[in-house]
């Protein structure tokens, strides 16, 4: 099973958008600064995820997310869904 994940900074008006089979462990890794883009903007808590049978689909939901900007505000806006 893969997720994609969006994170919500607490401190900041800031989204990161990934993909992973532990989302827990990946949070953590991102709020330890070990996560080199996200080191700056912590906090972070998780605003959305969302679940693929492979790592496949899950690109391709991340990447479609990455580029579609209305895509993105039309998430951010509706608010958190865990």
Do not use: C, Q
């Not at 607490?10 to 709020?31: P, Q, W």
């Not at 906090?43 to 391709?60: G, N, Q, S, V, Y």
């Not at 990447?63 to 509706?78: M, Q």
């Amino acid at each position: 099973m893969y997720y994609l994940y969006i994170l919500k900074s607490l401190k900041y008006e800031r989204h990161y958008i990934g993909i992973t089979n532990d989302v827990l462990k990946r949070l953590a890794k991102h709020n330890s600064g070990s996560v080199k883009s996200t080191k700056a903007y912590r906090p972070w808590i998780i605003f959305l995820k969302e679940e693929f049978l492979d790592k496949t689909m899950a690109r391709k939901r991340e990447i479609f997310l990455k580029k579609t900007t209305k895509a993105r505000i039309e998430l951010y806006t509706n608010g958190p869904i865990v």
